[in-house]
Nanobody, 127 residues
Framework: QVQLVESGGGLVQAGGSLRLSCVAS????????TGWFRQAQGKDREFVTA????????YYSDSVKGRATISRDNAKNTVYLQMHSLKPEDTAVYYC????????????????????WGQGTQVTISS
């Protein structure tokens, strides 16, 4: 069982930046992708980005491409999501998730691909 804890959320002005962290309670095997999703109030949870632990392959949704960077620190069992040029529409609860599927980050874009989820961290972007 893997437990995930997100942190780094908060209130940020539009145009600003933030970094979210996701710490895993156990070692994440290198071929399992870790992803970030977000859910705005009243909307479905959507894919944001994913990374493979082993080869650092990454994939981004069109909504954040060019404004977000996902990275990981294997020694700390931690995945980061750095975002800049934030917009009010980025306001959401952000969740990290780990898959037990040996698939690439480019294919791990649906919630069903993930087995473990964090509790989420609220990100609010003010205009």
């Amino acid at each position: 069982q893997v437990q995930l804890v997100e942190s780094g959320g908060g209130l940020v002005q539009a145009g600003g930046s933030l970094r979210l962290s996701c710490v895993a309670s156990a070692r994440i095997y290198s071929h399992y992708p870790t992803g970030w999703f977000r859910q705005a109030q009243g909307k479905d949870r959507e894919f944001v980005t994913a990374i493979n632990w082993g080869d650092s392959e990454t994939y981004y949704s069109d909504s954040v491409k060019g404004r977000a960077t996902i990275s990981r620190d294997n020694a700390k069992n931690t995945v980061y999501l750095q975002m800049h040029s934030l917009k009010p529409e980025d306001t959401a609860v952000y969740y990290c998730a780990v898959s037990r599927l040996s698939v690439s980050a480019t294919t791990a874009t649906t919630q069903s691909a993930y087995d473990y989820w964090g509790q989420g961290t609220q990100v609010t972007i003010s205009s």
